[in-house]
């Protein structure tokens, strides 16, 4: 995914790109957590249940929030360009940038998703595009180099 081998046409605007294989794993692992919790409750018998203190409890729901957090951070990770610039959503961060603030486009060989470059010490990750997407993260990463080319001078 390191090298085009053709130049894409760039995309109308706006244009969101999400990782696919992340989102389908937030909701099955989602799925697991809570319905594993679930089953085990479910599963104790009454005296295990009557021993389990409020405390303790809230521990488990707790974890279990906190778990279900992250995998939606990590589902609602997106680039989205428009007329105006970039949107990069990484977890719960939000960056706008303007067209004018955009770098460059690189994905190294074996990075799970590209970044832009901003300066020499500056790189903002863009996991709206995961590599695990195969051919779909190699399509994404074309339209944004295209529309990146055609809107900076980059």
């Known amino acids: 995914m390191t090298g085009d081998p053709a130049p894409a046409p760039a995309p109308a605007l706006p244009r969101t790109w999400r990782p696919l294989g992340p989102r389908i794993a937030a909701v099955v692992f989602g799925a697991v957590l809570v319905g594993g919790f679930a089953w085990l409750w479910v599963n104790f018998d009454p005296e295990t249940q009557a021993s389990v203190n409020i405390f303790q409890k809230g521990t488990v729901i707790g974890l279990v929030l906190l778990g279900l957090a992250l995998l939606n951070a990590l589902a609602r990770s997106r680039v989205v360009a428009d007329e105006a610039g970039l949107t990069v959503v990484n977890g719960y961060r939000r960056r706008r940038l303007t067209w004018a603030e ?12 590209p970044f832009l470059e901003q300066d020499e010490d500056e790189r903002i990750a863009l996991m709206g595009i995961h590599s695990s997407d195969g051919q779909r993260a190699a399509v994404a990463l074309r339209e944004l180099r295209a529309v990146v080319a055609e809107r900076t001078d980059r």
């Open 102 to 113: 955009v770098g460059r486009v690189r994905m190294p060989r074996g990075a799970p998703w």
